[in-house]
C-alpha cells in the first residue's frame, strides 16, 4: 500500500511537470487521470463500506464456557459491482474463532457471498460480544484501507462450565458430613449454642452460660448441626471485562463445583449469594441444583454487592447456625467478613475460606483471616487439581 501511495504521488508530481513545461491536452489528461483514480478509488471504497454486510449465527442457543460450538459467518455483496480487498478481525481475549484465518483476503463478486462453518470457544462465562469485532477494506490500487467496526456485533451470555470433582483435597482432612455441635460435659447428651435474637427464655442453658460467661441456649432434638452452607461474594471489582470476567467465572466455578461434589455425596448444602436481594438455594436432588445453576448462570455481578452486605444478611439468618460447615468462597474480604468468620467459629462451625485472586501478594496477606482453612485459587488454574 505505501509503495502504491509513493507511485501515485510521483505520478502526480509528474503531471504537475508536465502541464508546467509541456502544457497541451495529453499533459492535461495525464494530470486528471492520477488525480480522478485516487478520489474513485476513496468513493468505491467509501460505497464498500457502507453497503458491506457481514451476518453471525450459532446453531445452538446455550453457551458453556470452554466448551467447542459451531459458528457460522456470512460475508455479502448485495450490490452489482465486486467487492475487493476484504479481511475481518475478532474479538479476543475473551473468546476465540477456529476454522478461519483472520489474514485471509475475500474478494466478493456482485450478488454473491461466502458463507464459513467455523469453532467458537468463550474462555469465561458472562455476557459480552463474540466472533467478527471489525473488518478491514481495500480498494483494487492499494491505496486505501478503512478499518471499521462490525455495526451488529454477535453478543452471547455465556453460561459457566459445571466441573465435578473426584474429590476434594481442601477438605479432606475432616468429615465434611460430621456433626460439630457444643457438648456440655456436666450433662450427658445435651448440646447448646450461643443465644441469638429470638430464642425463648426458657431455652437457655444457665449452668452453661454461667460456666461460659455468655447466654447458652439448649438445642431442640433434631437441631444439631449439620448440612454445608456455601457463601459466594458477587461484588463487581473492576470496570474492567478484562479483570472481572475471569475472577466471576472462577467465583461461579468453584461454587458449582462444590455444589456439585455435594450433591453427588448425598450433603445437603445451602447455597448464599446477592443478587438483586439476598438469595439461598437448599440444594438436596438433582432438580434443586438445576435451578440453582440457571439463576447462577444468570446471576450479574454487581459492585454495591459487598462481602460486608452479604454478611449482614448471613448472620441474621438464624438457620445459618444449624449448619456444620460454613464455605466462604470470597475475592476481597474485609472486616465484616472477618467478624462473621469468628461468630461462625464460636458457634462451633467448621469455616473453609476460598480466596480467588491471582495477587499473590495479597494471598500471602490473607493467611491470617481467620478461620480453619483458607486455600487460595487461581482464576487460571486447573480447578480439579486446586480444590
Same mark, same amino acid.
Given at each position: 500500500?505505501?509503495?502504491? +501511495?509513493?507511485?501515485?504521488?510521483?505520478?502526480?508530481?509528474?503531471?504537475l511537470?508536465?502541464?508546467?513545461?509541456?502544457?497541451?491536452?495529453?499533459?492535461?489528461?495525464f494530470f486528471?487521470a492520477?488525480?480522478?483514480?485516487?478520489?474513485?478509488?476513496l468513493?468505491y471504497?467509501l460505497? %464498500?463500506l457502507?453497503?458491506f454486510?457481514?451476518y453471525?449465527?450459532?446453531?445452538?442457543?446455550?453457551?458453556?464456557?470452554g466448551t467447542?460450538?459451531?459458528?457460522y459467518i456470512?460475508?455479502?455483496?448485495e450490490?452489482?459491482?465486486?467487492?475487493?480487498g !476484504?479481511? *475481518?478481525?475478532?474479538?479476543?481475549?475473551?473468546?476465540s474463532i477456529g476454522g @478461519?484465518?483472520e489474514?485471509t483476503?475475500?474478494?466478493l463478486?456482485p450478488?454473491?457471498?461466502? /458463507?464459513?462453518?467455523?469453532?467458537l470457544?468463550c474462555r469465561?462465562?458472562?455476557?459480552?460480544?463474540?466472533?467478527?469485532k #471489525?473488518i478491514?477494506l481495500?480498494?483494487?490500487?492499494? @491505496?486505501? /484501507?478503512i478499518t471499521?467496526?462490525? &455495526?451488529?456485533?454477535?453478543?452471547?451470555? %455465556?453460561?459457566?462450565?459445571? *466441573? /465435578?470433582?473426584? #474429590?476434594?483435597?481442601?477438605?479432606?482432612?475432616?468429615?465434611?458430613?460430621?456433626?460439630?455441635?457444643?457438648?456440655d460435659? +456436666?450433662?450427658?447428651? !445435651?448440646?447448646?449454642? =450461643?443465644?441469638?435474637?429470638?430464642?425463648?427464655?426458657r431455652?437457655?442453658?444457665w449452668?452453661?452460660?454461667?460456666?461460659?460467661?455468655?447466654?447458652?441456649?439448649?438445642?431442640?432434638?433434631?437441631?444439631?448441626k449439620?448440612?454445608?452452607?456455601?457463601?459466594?461474594?458477587?461484588?463487581?471489582?473492576? =470496570?474492567?471485562?478484562?479483570?472481572?470476567?475471569?475472577?466471576?467465572?472462577?467465583?461461579?466455578? %468453584?461454587?458449582?463445583?462444590?455444589?456439585?461434589?455435594?450433591?453427588?455425596?448425598?450433603?445437603? %448444602?445451602? !447455597?448464599?449469594?446477592?443478587?438483586?436481594?439476598y438469595?439461598?438455594?437448599?440444594? $438436596?436432588?438433582?432438580?434443586?441444583? +438445576?435451578?440453582f445453576y440457571?439463576?447462577?448462570?444468570?446471576?450479574?455481578?454487581?459492585?454495591?454487592n459487598?462481602?460486608?452486605?452479604?454478611?449482614?444478611?448471613?448472620?441474621?439468618? &438464624?438457620n445459618v447456625?444449624?449448619?456444620?460447615?460454613?464455605?466462604?468462597i470470597?475475592?476481597?474480604? =474485609?472486616e465484616?467478613?472477618? $467478624?462473621?468468620?469468628?461468630?461462625f *467459629?464460636?458457634n462451633? *462451625?467448621? !469455616?473453609?475460606?476460598?480466596?480467588?485472586?491471582?495477587?499473590?501478594? /495479597?494471598?500471602?496477606?490473607?493467611k491470617?483471616?481467620p478461620?480453619?482453612?483458607?486455600?487460595?485459587?487461581?482464576?487460571?488454574? =486447573?480447578?480439579?487439581?486446586?480444590l
Open positions: 500500500m505505501t509503495a502504491n +501511495r509513493i507511485i501515485l504521488i510521483a505520478l502526480w508530481i509528474l503531471s511537470v508536465s502541464i508546467s513545461f509541456f502544457g497541451g491536452p495529453l499533459s492535461y489528461g486528471a492520477v488525480t480522478l483514480v485516487p478520489l474513485i478509488s468513493l471504497t460505497i %464498500v457502507f453497503r454486510k457481514i453471525q449465527d450459532m446453531n445452538r442457543v446455550n453457551v458453556v464456557a467447542v460450538s459451531d459458528f456470512t460475508l455479502q455483496n450490490d452489482f459491482f465486486p467487492y475487493s !476484504v479481511r *475481518i478481525r475478532f474479538f479476543s481475549p475473551f473468546s @478461519i484465518e489474514d483476503e475475500y474478494e463478486l450478488h454473491s457471498g461466502i /458463507r464459513k462453518k467455523t469453532s470457544v469465561y462465562r458472562g455476557e459480552y460480544e463474540v466472533g467478527v #471489525s478491514i481495500e480498494d483494487y490500487l492499494r @491505496i486505501f /484501507r471499521f467496526t462490525n &455495526r451488529e456485533p454477535f453478543r452471547l451470555n %455465556v453460561l459457566p462450565r459445571i *466441573i /465435578r470433582p473426584d #474429590s476434594l483435597k481442601t477438605l479432606g482432612q475432616t468429615d465434611i458430613s460430621s456433626v460439630e455441635s457444643r457438648t460435659l +456436666r450433662e450427658t447428651d !445435651v448440646t447448646v449454642r =450461643d443465644h441469638q435474637n429470638g430464642d425463648g427464655i431455652r437457655i442453658h449452668k452453661a452460660s454461667a460456666a461460659s460467661g455468655k447466654l447458652l441456649v439448649r438445642n431442640l432434638t433434631g437441631e444439631e449439620q448440612g454445608i452452607g456455601i457463601l459466594m461474594d458477587s461484588g463487581r471489582y473492576s =470496570d474492567d471485562p478484562s479483570v472481572y470476567l475471569p475472577l466471576e467465572n472462577r467465583l461461579s466455578e %468453584v461454587t458449582i463445583a462444590l455444589s456439585s461434589y455435594f450433591l453427588d455425596h448425598n450433603t445437603p %448444602v445451602r !447455597v448464599f449469594f446477592l443478587s438483586s436481594g438469595a439461598e438455594y437448599s440444594i $438436596r436432588e438433582p432438580g434443586d441444583f +438445576r435451578q440457571s439463576d447462577l448462570s444468570a446471576l450479574s455481578f454487581r459492585p454495591e459487598t462481602p460486608e452486605k452479604l454478611m449482614a444478611h448471613l448472620l441474621s439468618d &438464624r447456625y444449624s449448619l456444620s460447615r460454613m464455605i466462604l470470597l475475592h476481597d474480604p =474485609d465484616a467478613a472477618a $467478624r462473621a468468620v469468628d461468630q *467459629i464460636r462451633r *462451625i467448621h !469455616v473453609t475460606v476460598y480466596l480467588v485472586t491471582d495477587d499473590t501478594q /495479597r494471598a500471602g496477606a490473607e491470617t483471616f478461620g480453619d482453612e483458607l486455600f487460595v485459587i487461581p482464576t487460571e488454574a =486447573d480447578l480439579k487439581e486446586v
